[in-house]
């Protein structure tokens, strides 16, 4: 059983590893600076479907089967599979997971769910209720774009501080025992409200979260940032990235280059016209499923802290005024322990 170091943070007694994982992605993602790091680009937004949703399912199911085949494990095999994305009710993944014939829990964290989803997988392995489980998510931009905010035959402008929705999904499967790296601690997030209203500002809203929750990790693991090779944050972009690197200045603490987020990853914003990078929760996904953990099987890093943010609104609350509270979960992910 995992030891609660804090109000936020366990450490797993028994590190569930990583013995398969992949990241499947759209066409404008496949030509971003990560182009080589994932498992299968696809050249049509539609992924052989009818519509944005069934692509998005499409592609979710897609990556599953991939990790499922290079953790050499049929679906069946799994104890349980924990899963979610944006769309209402999590349409995406239980469409997509519907045939696994495994057990299924449907998980929302807005775009912070591939963190939730890889920590409560990790959990119930560690609390021995399982022996495998696998971490899934995904999104994709024109189908965001229709519930969130225009159908893009709308032609709607974007304005600087936008991000741009991922296409792309991720999945991570976790075992009792392998020699992958493991999950060794993971800290829940508290939600955050800063009072941000504006739709297009999705960075500032969900820095304050991921400054919470980071600043927790550390005091409670009484790590300092030093202790990782890399620090990752799901999606906050270039606006939420510097933001979280003042607030962890002002404590006094420098983030350094260490620290780097997975949406300014993503794509290339000088060439590729994201404004402020990518979002969705097939941003962190993905990153984690095709560049991260290919990076620590080779040796690149040992240990990396990944902290995916997510925006908790929906159109009506935005419609109606509301601000939009953030989130934040990180997952210590480390090899050779």
């Known amino acids: 059983m995992g030891i609660r170091l804090g109000r936020q943070t366990v450490m797993l007694s028994t590190p569930p590893a990583v013995i398969g994982y992949a990241g499947v992605v759209g066409q404008k993602e496949g030509e971003g600076p990560l182009k080589g790091c994932f498992d299968y680009i696809s050249d049509d937004s539609y992924f052989g479907e009818k519509s944005w949703e069934k692509a998005e399912s499409h592609m ?66 560690d609390g021995g ?37 991922v296409t792309g999904a991720g999945a991570v499967i976790l075992a009792a025992g392998g020699q992958g790296p493991k999950i060794t601690h993971v800290t829940t997030g508290m939600i955050v409200d800063a009072g941000i209203k504006d739709a297009n500002s999705m960075g500032s809203a969900m820095a304050p979260a991921a400054y919470e929750t980071l600043k927790a990790h550390f005091t409670e693991t009484g790590r300092s940032p030093n202790y990782y090779d890399a620090i990752f944050t799901g999606d906050l972009g270039a606006q939420g990235h510097d933001i979280l690197q003042a607030l962890f200045r002002a404590d006094g603490v420098e983030l350094d280059a260490r620290y780097m987020d997975c949406g300014v990853l993503m794509f290339d914003l000088n060439t590729q016209n994201v404004g402020c990078g990518g979002s969705g929760c097939g941003c962190c996904a993905s990153v984690l499923g095709g560049h991260i953990l290919e990076a620590m099987n080779k040796g690149v890093w040992q240990r990396v802290l990944v902290a995916a943010t997510g925006a908790l609104m929906s159109p009506t609350s935005s419609q109606q005024g509301d601000s939009i509270p953030g989130i934040c979960h990180a997952v210590a992910i480390e090899s050779g322990v």
């Open 129 to 165: 209720f399982a022996a495998k489980a696998c971490a899934l998510t995904g999104s994709h931009f024109c189908s965001a774009e229709r519930q969130f905010r225009f159908p893009l035959e709308y032609g709607g402008q974007r304005t600087p501080t936008a991000q741009w929705t």
């Open 60 to 125: 979710i199911r897609q990556c599953f089967q991939i990790a499922c085949g290079k953790a050499g494990l049929a679906p069946e095999g799994l104890d349980y599979i924990f899963s979610g994305d944006l769309l209402n009710q999590c349409v995406s993944s239980a469409f997509a997971m519907k045939d696994c014939k495994a057990p299924y829990m449907g998980v929302y964290g807005a775009c912070s769910t591939m963190a939730e989803s890889l920590g409560l997988a990790a959990m119930v392995i």
